[in-house]
């Protein structure tokens, strides 16, 4: 009698840890997905991850709800993110900024890109151009002429940003004597492009090119060893003899560190899905962007090589910030 009380006993609690275990699951499968944007609402970023949203809510069958964690160049929605519990509940939209916070200041942006966090899926990139103002020069050679003479000041969106290391590596591969001025933000730092107070700035094809258009500013070359598909006509640098000159932003992403690989997989493929979407093709076009499907190690690899480039940029050009 009391072997088969014990025996029952034990059926039942092996019953009730696998009902608790299948409850589990499905919370886990059926909660909201935090879709985080570590930028204020109205960027690029922004505008990727809410034309994303509905897409991945449909894919994985799960709510996705947007949220936005702006400051410190996104430092502080990955350092929120690195603390995160690794349960597929919680994914962030990265771009560059994760990769250059760490190789530009002495101090720790607060996380480890390559141990805190899980690449899932790159999903696109898109290189800088040097634009200067329609009244200033009309092509790359009359840029540099000037620079043989003089100090050409360009503008970025403030210290450790993209634009500030794509115009150092300007300088160290021309030569040139560029003096970096930065602004907080990359609306001042255009608006004194356009009013001539500065030679030129590094910025997208999708803030640019209207303002080519708009016969406001001139496109002079592409931070990259190659075209930019839609605009044929910005000559890269290198047809100009100054190499190496490769400064491109990149948006995936990314989830806690310990992140299992199954739930990996399944927001890979649920991003593939979601990326066929012709709206979606359209977006990426209207931002100027590439898109560009690098899935976990072959995303994780792209990140080293970005850390590899700017480290050894910074070094070159003894960048130094607190």
């Keep these: 009698m009391v072997k088969n009380t ?17 409850l589990t699951a499905a919370h886990a499968s059926s909660a909201p997905l935090e879709f985080i944007v570590p930028y204020p609402p109205g960027g690029a970023s922004d505008i990727i ?22 400051g410190a160049n996104t430092a502080i929605a990955a350092m929120q993110l690195a603390r995160s519990a690794p349960d597929g509940n919680t994914i962030m939209l990265a771009d560059v900024a994760l990769a250059l916070n760490s190789v530009v200041r002495k101090q720790s942006p607060g996380y480890d ?6 690449p899932i899926i790159q999903i696109g990139s898109a290189p800088l151009v ?3 103002a329609s009244t200033s020069h009309s092509d790359l050679p009359s840029f540099l002429e000037k620079g043989r003479k003089e100090e050409l000041h360009i503008s970025n969106a403030g ?17 040139l004597n560029i003096v970096s001025v930065p602004y907080r933000g990359s609306g001042p730092a255009l608006n004194e492009t356009l009013g001539g107070q500065v030679d030129a700035i590094f910025t997208s094809t999708a803030t640019g090119m209207p303002l080519v258009e708009n016969k406001q500013l001139n496109a002079l070359a592409v931070a990259d060893d190659k075209k930019v598909d839609k605009y044929p006509d910005i000559p890269t640098f ?32 649920a991003v593939r899905t979601a990326m066929a979407e012709p709206e979606l093709k359209q977006r990426f076009d209207a931002l100027g962007i590439n898109p ?10 792209m ?7 700017w480290e050894r940029v910074v070094k070159e050009a003894d960048i130094q910030m607190d």
């Design 159 to 175: 210290p450790g940003s993209l634009g500030h290391l794509a115009a150092e590596l300007l300088r160290l591969r021309s030569g």
């Design 238 to 269: 290198d047809s100009f003899d100054i190499q190496g000159v490769k400064a491109i932003n990149w948006w995936g992403l990314i989830a806690p560190a310990g992140l299992d690989q199954a739930t990996v997989k399944q927001l890979a493929e």
């Design 303 to 309: 990140i080293r090589q970005e850390l590899d480039q």
């Design 130 to 132: 040097l634009f200067t």
């Design 6 to 22: 014990m025996q029952w006993l034990k059926k039942c609690g092996i019953s009730a840890c696998l009902s608790g275990m299948m």
């Design 113 to 118: 890109v390559e141990k805190d966090f899980t």
């Design 292 to 301: 560009t499907l690098n899935e976990g190690d072959a995303f994780a690899a």
């Design 49 to 70: 991850v809410r034309a994303l949203a509905p897409h991945l809510s449909k894919a994985t069958g799960r709510n996705v709800v947007v949220t936005n964690r702006g």
